[in-house]
T-cell receptor
């Protein structure tokens, strides 16, 4: 079974630009969540989607948004990039519903904002 | 909001020495998960603890969940170079994981 796939793996943007990151979950997994990882703040929850519905959102500004498609693939978008948005963005999937077990992570998308 | 405190931030050990990381919460946890992240990698699930006082072992790794379900620990016996990485605890709450800050295991040369 293929794992969680994130694209792109690396990207460099400049301040003020916007970026879209993509995540394909493990086949059959309907829950997709996104995390931001920085050396200073650790792993911070962005949002979680299940069956195209956002069930929870972390404490991030409105510049951070996401969506999930009917095939469970998810995208997140960051608009008006700031230097502080430089981070590793991790996507994770799990079967969903009421399942509260293991999160399966992708390799991440490393964003550098110049 | 809910928080999980994890200590220490770093632990330097000689290869063969033991390693322990601790997580504490002010609130009762429904469960706690442990992940390992190798340098340059992504978090990989190790285990989930659910029951009060639970102790689980995976080879040289021992995981404990406190009786009051407010604390947990991970102990590695006789560390090896393959153990290098950052170990995170995380609590599951409302479709998200709330993460400890992680403990970085560093093997002294």
């Amino acid at each position: 079974k293929a794992g969680v796939t994130q694209t792109p793996r690396y990207l460099i943007k400049t301040r003020g630009q916007q970026v879209t990151l993509s995540c394909s979950p493990i086949s059959g997994h309907r829950s997709v969540s996104w995390y931001q990882q920085t050396p200073g703040q650790g792993l911070q929850f962005l949002f979680e989607y299940f069956s195209e519905t956002q069930r929870n959102k972390g404490n991030f500004p409105g510049r951070f948004s996401g969506r999930q498609f009917s095939n469970s693939r998810s995208e997140m978008n960051v608009s008006t990039l700031e230097l502080g948005d430089s981070a590793l963005y991790l996507c994770a999937s799990r079967p969903g519903g009421g399942y509260t077990g293991e999160l399966f992570f992708g390799e991440g998308s490393r964003l550098t904002v110049l | 909001g809910q928080q999980v405190m994890q200590i220490p931030q770093y632990q330097h050990v000689q290869e063969g020495e033991d390693f322990t990381t601790y997580c504490n919460s002010s609130t009762t946890l429904s469960n706690i998960q442990w992940y390992k992240q190798r340098p340059g990698g992504h978090p990989v699930f190790l285990i989930q603890l659910v029951k009060s006082g639970e102790v689980k072992k995976q080879k040289r790794l021992t995981f404990q969940f406190g009786e009051a379900k407010k604390n947990s620990s991970l102990h590695i016996t006789a560390t090896q170079t393959t153990d290098v990485g950052t170990y995170f605890c995380a609590m599951d709450s409302n479709y998200q994981l709330i993460w400890g800050a992680g403990t970085k295991l560093i093997i002294k040369p």
